[in-house]
């Protein structure tokens, strides 16, 4: 069955820092004419990054467009045209101060795809070398750590709402668990 | 620690039918002002719907933002104002012709907290009665039905890249372990 709708038009509606905004007129697959507004995102990543002891690092922030501090694995935007395994090694040492070793790549996720392009990389990997965290100049973080069940509690109970958290949380449970 | 940011300032730029956007200027708790982009979007529910012989409805729908078919859990946008639970109720109906009864509440997700104001309520249900399916004017969407286990295989096999879709799944599999 074909669903694909064909972009007939493009209209920019906004270009900033993070996102554009456009509006497109689409032809659906029963020819009839469909309004779609588009966010462009570059797309990001989040790394799992785990320590000898077990325990995961995790990073506490506000989210201004949530009116919420929120705890997260570490993340961050992919510049124009960068590897997604590039950009989880640099961000990785940037927010926690630890590079990461012996990567696992699970995929990416759609967070909101009926109007956004954004995808997150998921990627859990080791602690490595201690390197020194750099922050950039906007963001304000907590770095903590927890073990995977007390943040799958977490997400159980209702505590950790961020999307990414939650697919990457629960995919390395199912990871470890499909090795036994 | 503080780590809220203050909004001074809220500049729209676009009104849309799904989304709007506005550029803020905030106050940062050291008393800096920063720069924020914000997509207000109304939020939306997403409903796992069981049959009796342990499969979940499912959708295919293309997503035009992502250029690409994706399957997911039955999912729709609040109407302002409306509780989720009754977005849920409704939405079921209109995407797969059944009601959900047995409501089982797991929390909302934070798709994208860095820049989008978006929310998704995710809800499990058992099938109730067929009251017939009615879609939007520019919805087309395939229904199929999958047991749990198919879904964590695709979402482990990297076919399944839906958010709240990964999310639910593996809250509905934590959930159903710990009752036992």
Redesign the interface.
Known sequence: ?D???KTKEKNY??H????N?R??Q?I??DGSE??????E?PGGVAIALEDEDGTFFMV???????E???LEFPAG?KEAGEDPLETAKREIIEETGYEGTDYVY???????????????ELYYAKKGRFLGQHLDE?E?I?VSKMTLDEI?DG??A?KI????T??LA??IK??KE?QQ
Chains 1, 2 share one sequence.
Do not use: C, S, W
Not at 114 to 120: F, H, L, P, Q, S
């Open positions: 069955m669903m694909i709708e509606k906004f900033g820092k993070v996102i905004l509006t497109d689409a659906a697959p469909v309004y779609r507004e588009v966010v995102h506490t922030q506000y989210r201004y467009a949530q919420k501090i929120l935007k699970f995929g990416f996720i759609v967070p909101t795809g009926a109007y956004d392009t954004e995808t997150i906007d304000n907590n799958i997400i159980m209702k709402p961020d999307a990414k939650i697919a629960f995919m199912a990871y499909r």
